[in-house]
């Protein structure tokens, strides 16, 4: 899992506040085929509703991904920690997500932040799964945070396959924090096939 790639040409788009919202999350509430996400914190994400007259109400992120789920989105996300405690309240109400429609996964050395929808666009940077991490807070409430937005095929690739090789624990066999961690992703992988 250790790399460097050659240096060569690829189009980025470079994000900051806001900008993660608009680019990133509003990418994610459009997926069609597959989202897949990694961060180290993972906390409940207020996202923006349907308009009602000329007001947005906001809305759990949890209940979009419910209604992607329904839809056939698959949706993974990879995480250092435990949800907070928002975050687990909100997952409990959304029936679709509850019976497998959005697959979680815990490893304490997950640290990447990445975004990836549709297997096609990539988010690297340094924002979490959360309101002040990708620019849902106000302006004086958010995160200082900086990431890169690319459609590049090489780039995915590379991405993907790491998200992959996590997801499936291939690491944890090595890993020196396997008899400490409480759910090793290579046992969720055996147990659910």
């Given at each position: 899992?250790?790399?460097?790639?050659?240096?060569?040409?690829?189009?980025?788009?470079?994000?900051?506040?806001?900008?993660?919202?608009?680019r990133v999350i509003e990418?994610?509430?459009?997926?069609?085929?597959?989202?897949?996400?990694?961060?180290?914190?993972?906390?409940?994400?207020?996202?923006?509703?349907?308009?009602?007259?000329?007001?947005?109400?906001?809305?759990?992120?949890?209940?979009?991904?419910?209604?992607?789920?329904?839809?056939?989105?698959?949706?993974?996300?990879?995480?250092?920690?435990?949800?907070?405690?928002?975050?687990?309240?909100?997952?409990?109400r959304q029936r679709a997500?509850?019976?497998?429609?959005?697959?979680?996964?815990?490893?304490?050395?997950?640290?990447?932040?990445?975004?990836?929808?549709?297997?096609?666009?990539?988010?690297?940077?340094?924002?979490?799964?959360?309101?002040?991490?990708?620019?849902?807070?106000?302006?004086?409430?958010?995160?200082?945070?900086?990431?890169?937005?690319?459609?590049?095929?090489?780039?995915?690739?590379?991405?993907?396959?790491?998200?992959?090789?996590?997801?499936?624990?291939?690491?944890?066999a090595d890993c020196k924090?396997?008899?400490?961690?409480?759910?090793?992703?290579?046992?969720?992988?055996?147990?659910?096939?």
């Amino acid at each position: 899992m250790d790399f460097v790639l050659p240096l060569r040409g690829a189009s980025l788009e470079l994000v900051s506040g806001r900008g993660h919202y608009e680019r990133v999350i509003e990418a994610v509430l459009e997926a069609e085929r597959s989202v897949w996400i990694a961060t180290a914190n993972l906390k409940e994400l207020m996202v923006e509703g349907p308009a009602v007259g000329r007001r947005r109400p906001y809305r759990s992120v949890l209940e979009a991904f419910a209604e992607l789920s329904e839809r056939g989105v698959e949706l993974r996300i990879l995480h250092a920690g435990f949800p907070s405690r928002a975050f687990r309240k909100h997952f409990d109400r959304q029936r679709a997500l509850v019976r497998g429609g959005l697959e979680l996964r815990m490893c304490p050395r997950v640290h990447l932040k990445t975004v990836i929808v549709d297997g096609r666009l990539l988010y690297l940077g340094s924002a979490n799964w959360t309101g002040a991490g990708l620019g849902a807070k106000g302006t004086h409430r958010r995160n200082f945070e900086l990431g890169m937005v690319s459609e590049d095929e090489r780039m995915l690739d590379e991405v993907q396959g790491l998200y992959e090789e996590l997801w499936r624990g291939r690491p944890c066999a090595d890993c020196k924090l396997h008899d400490e961690c409480e759910a090793p992703l290579n046992a969720a992988r055996v147990a659910s096939g």
